[in-house]
Structure formats: C-alpha cells, structure tokens
C-alpha cells in the first residue's frame, strides 16, 4: 500500500512550472504541465545536480537550467542523446489535491 502524502492544491503549482517539496531524502520538485498533469522528480539532473524545478516546462520534459538536459517528466530518464536518470514519484490528483508516493 502507498505512503500518500499531501502536497497541496493543483493550483500551487504554475502551469508550466513547478514547486519544491524538502522531504527527509532531499528536495522534490513537483511539476505542472499546461494541461494540469502532475509529475514529480528528484530535483537534481543525473547529470550535474542541476536544479530540475529552475527548468523549463514543455509538454512532459523540464530541460535542466545549467546545461539544458532533457528529462522526461513521467520517468525521470534524460532523453536521448543524453543518459542517466533521477527519481520519479507516484504523484495522483483528488478533489484537487496534489498527493505525492514518497
């Protein structure tokens, strides 16, 4: 059974943007797209430890702010050309209320 844990309203996260949640492992970032769909990573790249929730939103991608990785929201893996992955979060959405899996 999952660890469901509150995050807050869908309307605290920008569309097209994102929110940090500090938890006991690091920072999580939560990402909004332009259609409301909810995504959450480690927010560090796999690739420097760039800060994921500085990036920008596209479709469901973040480029990475320091050296413009591409990482797919939904698996946390970069896209090609580039390799490596972050953690990816079971996120889920009731009664407008963004919960996170950690």
């Known amino acids: 059974m999952q660890n469901w844990t509150e995050v807050g309203p869908v309307e605290s996260v920008p569309k097209k943007g994102s929110r ?6 690091g920072d999580v970032a939560i990402f909004r797209t332009s259609s409301d769909e909810v995504f959450a990573l480690f927010d560090q790249c796999p690739h420097k430890k760039g800060p994921l929730s500085q990036g920008i939103v596209y ?3 973040v480029a990475c702010p320091l050296h413009n990785w591409v990482i797919d929201l939904s ?3 970069a896209t090609g050309p580039d390799e490596g992955c972050t953690r990816a979060f079971e996120t889920k959405v009731e ?5 996170i899996a950690l």
Request: aromatic letters at 6%; zero cysteines; a negative charge.
């Open 20 to 25: 940090v949640m500090t938890t006991p492992d």
């Open 59 to 61: 479709d469901k991608r």
């Open 75 to 77: 698996s946390g893996e």
């Open 95 to 99: 009664d407008g209320l963004i919960y």
